[in-house]
């Protein structure tokens, strides 16, 4: 069981940033990322919205950093994590500009990146770069399959509704072969049909447990309607954590207490068929934080196997 984290202070939506969030910066962020790398973590995630309207702005925040300079920036001080974008909004851009931004990110990294993509909920974003909202499952669809066409060669040929190329090079070339894994986020029905017949993984938003194994196995059975052979990645997004006993409020769903009760707990997660869990920590400090990564790298993690 491999479990990953969405990197605080990058995003500071008041669905999950901490206080503390907003005063911390790239320095944060360097110290956060290094932790995740000794501990063991499978990858650091980093969200993607270009610009917030100001109707969402209380409750969104407008602070989102980009992914791909965030995880290149964290690329170079760590060696081991893998960096996921979580989820890249990706059909904001063309393609060949996502290709060319992830394939440089993934060659700088030695091969480290997971794409993680999504259709975008924001409507005024979309109107604000030109792009289509109204189409944008479709739009996602045929990005994904112009993605791997450019990851696959130096010189891609994708010919479909929306996007049509030939005839054009990109280097440097990603250096896992044949481009990163696609991880396809989102619970809906339209996403999780996206997830079975176009992805390498699958990225719930939110499900809770007893919804999990219908989605499941509503993916495996789509995958084998489609005739997708290759494995999938089923992941998940576990209730917030806190390694021991707090002594300040951490909120009715996080789960909290011993790490064995904790592993136990968490352990249902992989008996639904989940791969990787995507694990959160309350804290009212970058230490704390810390502090709860690595009681969970050494206390929770090795037993959520047995």
């Given at each position: 069981?491999?479990?990953?984290?969405?990197?605080?202070?990058?995003?500071?939506?008041?669905?999950?940033?901490?206080?503390?969030?907003?005063?911390?910066?790239?320095?944060?962020?360097?110290?956060?990322?290094?932790?995740?790398?000794?501990?063991?973590?499978?990858?650091?995630?980093?969200?993607?919205?270009?610009?917030?309207?100001?109707?969402?702005?209380?409750?969104?925040?407008?602070?989102?950093?980009?992914?791909?300079?965030?995880l290149?920036?964290?690329?170079a001080?760590?060696?081991?994590?893998?960096?996921?974008?979580?989820?890249?909004?990706?059909?904001?851009?063309?393609?060949?500009?996502?290709?060319?931004?992830?394939?440089?990110?993934?060659?700088?990294?030695?091969?480290?990146?997971?794409?993680?993509?999504?259709?975008g909920?924001?409507?005024?974003e979309?109107?604000?770069?030109?792009?289509?909202?109204?189409?944008?499952?479709?739009?996602?669809?045929?990005?994904?399959?112009?993605?791997?066409?450019?990851?696959a060669?130096?010189?891609?040929?994708?010919?479909g509704?929306?996007?049509?190329?030939?005839?054009?090079?990109?280097r440097?070339?990603?250096?896992?072969?044949?481009?990163?894994?696609?991880?396809?986020?989102?619970?809906?029905?339209?996403?999780?049909?996206?997830?079975?017949?176009?992805?390498?993984?699958?990225?719930?938003?939110?499900?809770?447990?007893?919804?999990?194994?219908?989605?499941?196995?509503?993916?495996?059975?789509?995958?084998?309607?489609?005739?997708?052979?290759?494995?999938?990645?089923?992941?998940?997004?576990?209730?917030p954590?806190?390694?021991?006993?707090?002594?300040?409020?951490?909120?009715?769903?996080?789960?909290?207490?011993?790490?064995?009760?904790?592993?136990?707990?968490?352990?249902?997660?992989?008996?639904?068929?989940?791969?990787?869990?995507?694990?959160?920590?309350?804290?009212?400090?970058?230490?704390?934080?810390?502090?709860?990564?690595?009681?969970?790298?050494?206390?929770?993690?090795?037993?959520?196997?047995?």
């Amino acid at each position: 069981m491999r479990y990953g984290m969405q990197l605080p202070v990058q995003s500071l939506s008041t669905m999950y940033a901490e206080p503390w969030e907003r005063e911390a910066g790239p320095a944060d962020l360097v110290e956060i990322a290094r932790a995740a790398d000794r501990c063991g973590f499978d990858y650091i995630a980093s969200c993607d919205h270009v610009a917030i309207p100001r109707r969402l702005a209380d409750a969104m925040s407008t602070t989102w950093y980009d992914p791909v300079a965030t995880l290149a920036y964290l690329a170079a001080v760590t060696t081991n994590v893998r960096l996921l974008s979580h989820v890249a909004v990706a059909g904001l851009r063309h393609p060949l500009i996502t290709a060319k931004a992830y394939a440089t990110l993934d060659h700088l990294s030695g091969g480290r990146l997971v794409l993680g993509v999504g259709a975008g909920h924001v409507e005024e974003e979309f109107d604000a770069v030109g792009a289509d909202f109204a189409r944008r499952g479709p739009v996602l669809d045929e990005t994904i399959d112009a993605l791997r066409a450019a990851f696959a060669e130096e010189f891609p040929e994708h010919h479909g509704e929306f996007f049509d190329f030939a005839d054009l090079g990109q280097r440097p070339r990603p250096a896992q072969p044949g481009g990163p894994p696609i991880w396809v986020g989102g619970s809906s029905p339209a996403a999780v049909r996206r997830a079975a017949v176009r992805g390498d993984g699958w990225l719930p938003q939110g499900d809770p447990r007893d919804k999990l194994p219908p989605q499941i196995a509503r993916i495996r059975e789509l995958r084998e309607a489609a005739g997708v052979t290759a494995p999938i990645e089923i992941g998940t997004i576990a209730e917030p954590l806190y390694i021991g006993e707090p002594t300040w409020k951490v909120g009715r769903r996080t789960l909290h207490g011993k790490p064995d009760a904790l592993a136990a707990s968490l352990r249902e997660y992989p008996a639904m068929g989940v791969g990787q869990i995507q694990v959160r920590f309350r804290s009212r400090s970058r230490d704390e934080l810390i502090e709860q990564m690595e009681a969970f790298a050494a206390d929770v993690a090795p037993h959520l196997d047995a």
